[in-house]
């Protein structure tokens, strides 16, 4: 009989917002609670792409479930997608004015930041974000 062979799975896609507000040009991050992996790490709101769902709609259900934040899809600006093992996917949403976000615990606060005054302790996918030149591509 032969041996049922699993394949090794492939890491899974994500979808993280870089929400900017247009009245201040501040960017909107998450510190991750103690609760989550990474603890203290600041991060863009989002995660994971779960199999057969569009990276748009999984953001939309992401930021409803961590920041509270009732999206529409059409809202999601696609900024770009960086592959390296994992397909993370990312898009800008442009808010009008700063906002408080309804947390969810994987979250123990939030703030807006200045692009130029960003925290130094991101988890992997801001990290990765930021590296790309995603701030960049917005326009002031």
Request: aromatic share 8%.
């Amino acid at each position: 009989m032969a041996k049922d062979r699993v394949k090794p799975s492939s890491p899974q896609a994500g979808a993280w917002a870089i929400i900017r507000c247009a009245d201040t040009g501040k960017f909107l991050l998450g510190k991750r609670s103690g609760e989550v992996n990474n603890a203290g790490a600041w991060n863009f709101f989002g995660g994971r792409v779960d199999r057969g769902e569009d990276p748009r709609r999984a953001l939309v259900r992401e930021l409803g479930e961590e920041a509270g934040l009732r999206v529409k899809e059409k809202q999601l600006i696609k900024l770009g997608r960086v592959s390296g093992g994992r397909s993370m996917h990312y898009f800008l949403l442009c808010l009008e004015q700063e906002i408080a976000p309804r947390l969810n615990r994987e979250h123990s606060s939030f703030r807006w930041f200045k692009r130029r005054s960003l925290p130094a302790r991101f988890n992997r996918p801001t990290t990765v974000a930021i590296k790309q030149g995603l701030l960049n591509k917005i326009k002031a």
